[in-house]
Nanobody, 117 residues
Framework: QVQLVESGGGLVQPGGSLRLSCAAS????????MSWFRQAPVKGRELVAA????????NYANFAKGRFTISRDNAENTVNLQMNSLKPGGKALYYC??????????WGRGSQVTVTS
């Protein structure tokens, strides 16, 4: 059974940090590119950060560059998102995504992040 389980979300003040983690199971983790997406209420889902199944290449949305860092541990089947200098903006659900080169992908259920003073 494929599972992507996000954790680490919560309430944080502007300027603070959070570290999201995604634990993957039920598929060959090293064959999938891993990404984080986010979705705020009444908005579409948008890419935050991504990295391929092998190598250290990373890709970030403009709003994440310089503040967020994606990393993966292929031995532990996890992908993390370190978020620093968080900006006020209400709440968003952060989703973990695993995508095979063929186009098939899996999604987690999301972890809520709320940035508010």
């Amino acid at each position: 059974q494929v599972q992507l389980v996000e954790s680490g979300g919560g309430l944080v003040q502007p300027g603070g940090s959070l570290r999201l983690s995604c634990a993957a199971s039920g598929f060959t983790f090293t064959s999938y590119a891993m990404s984080w997406f986010r979705q705020a209420p009444v908005k579409g889902r948008e890419l935050v950060a991504a990295m391929p199944n092998a190598g250290n290449t990373t890709n970030y949305a403009n709003f994440a560059k310089g503040r967020f860092t994606i990393s993966r541990d292929n031995a532990e089947n996890t992908v993390n998102l370190q978020m620093n200098s968080l900006k006020p903006g209400g709440k968003a659900l952060y989703y973990c995504n695993a995508r095979h080169w063929s186009g098939y992908d899996y999604w987690g259920r999301g972890s809520q992040v709320t940035v508010t003073s």
